[in-house]
């Protein structure tokens, strides 16, 4: 698929990471590409704490939507095969850049997550951290990722909770719901002229299973006790983070 062949909703969400880039990921691609731990999430918390990835050495990994690519390179750091997969040629121009600077390489391709141009059976492990996961179909990008993955290969992605898109607004995470759960699945925001994709738990184990997945976990991040607001990504408070779950990993094993 060229990227005149890319969903239509690709375009507005590239223009929108383009302008991203030049404001705030390539200025801070070179810190997070230094990072030695691996951390999720706006709370940063720690993957030594949560344990959600399965083994990493010698692992052929596909992300889906790697922006800048520090979370590949960080699996790179620890002996995995990484692809990144991403729609935005700018961002893809800082991963390059990126991996020039500390010679961490891997294959870098603009694409989609919908329709990823590997053969079946490429991967052990399927992952995203906010990029297919919020803004691809899933309808499209999880059978597409089941289909990537090699038998009893791991999925694993990050999203905002389902609980907090239910509660966000333009300007942020409230405490009271902003919309319905029932028929939740594409979000436009008019005001930025994203396109997001979520859905609620049920429909994502229902997705999942007719996929081919089966859920080995469902990880609901809180905010730490001590935990600050980082930058750009100051759309829910560490109050609100702190008594409900702003983010959620999901881990899903193909059936081999
Ligand atoms: C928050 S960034 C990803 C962060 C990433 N974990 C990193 O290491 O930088 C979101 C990315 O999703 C990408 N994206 C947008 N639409 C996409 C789609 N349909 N499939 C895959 N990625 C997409 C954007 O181009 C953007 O680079």
Not at 19 to 41: F, K, L
Not at 204 to 215: K, V
Request: with cysteine; proline share 6%.
């Amino acid at each position: 698929m060229s990227s005149s062949e890319f969903p239509e909703y690709v375009a507005q969400n590239v223009a929108n990471w383009t302008r991203a880039n030049a404001e705030y990921t390539d200025a801070r691609a070179a810190e997070s590409w230094a990072q030695d731990e691996i951390t999720w999430g706006i709370w940063r918390i720690p993957e030594s704490e949560l344990r959600v990835l399965p083994e990493l050495e010698g692992r052929d990994v596909v992300e889906l939507g790697c922006g800048t690519a520090y979370f590949s390179a960080w699996m790179a750091k620890r002996g995995a095969r990484p692809v990144g997969i991403d729609p935005t040629p700018a961002q893809l121009a800082t991963a390059r850049r990126m991996q020039r600077e500390t010679r961490i390489e891997f294959p870098l391709i603009e694409a989609v997550g919908e329709d990823v141009p590997f053969p079946d059976a490429s991967f052990d492990i399927v992952h995203s951290e906010y990029g297919a996961s919020i803004w691809a179909d899933p309808y499209k990008w999880i059978p597409e990722a089941a289909r990537l993955l090699r038998p009893s290969g791991w999925l694993v992605f990050m999203c905002n909770s389902t609980l907090s898109m239910l509660c966000m607004d333009m300007e942020g995470v409230k405490e009271e719901l902003q919309r319905p759960q029932r028929g939740l699945h594409r979000l436009d925001w008019s005001d930025t002229d994203e396109v997001v994709f979520h859905i609620g738990h049920g429909d994502w184990i229902t997705l999942l299973r007719a996929s081919g997945f089966e859920i080995v976990r469902l990880v609901e991040l809180f905010a730490p006790e001590n935990a600050q607001t980082h930058g750009y990504y100051n759309y829910v408070t560490p109050d609100w983070g702190r008594r409900w779950p702003a983010e959620e990993i999901w881990v899903a094993r193909k059936r081999g």
